[in-house]
């Protein structure tokens, strides 16, 4: 069985991350996470307002 985690980065208004999406992947890989997707959720006018990732591990 497979257990998920979700982290939240949200977007600047130039339309960068507010957080390096390579450390959040790095930090949850060094505790044994795999990245599983990375999913941009838009705002009214379409341009993303944050990315989810969705990590995941054995249970």
């Not at 890989?29 to 969705?54: C, F, T, V």
Request: net charge neutral; aromatic share 12%.
């Amino acid at each position: 069985m497979m257990t998920y985690a979700f982290e939240k980065i949200e977007m600047k208004l130039s339309g960068k991350m507010k957080k390096d999406y390579r450390e959040v992947v790095q930090e949850y890989a060094q505790k044994g996470w795999r990245l599983h997707s990375m999913n941009p959720i838009p705002g009214y006018d379409g341009m993303a307002l944050s990315i989810e990732l969705i990590f995941e591990k054995e249970a």
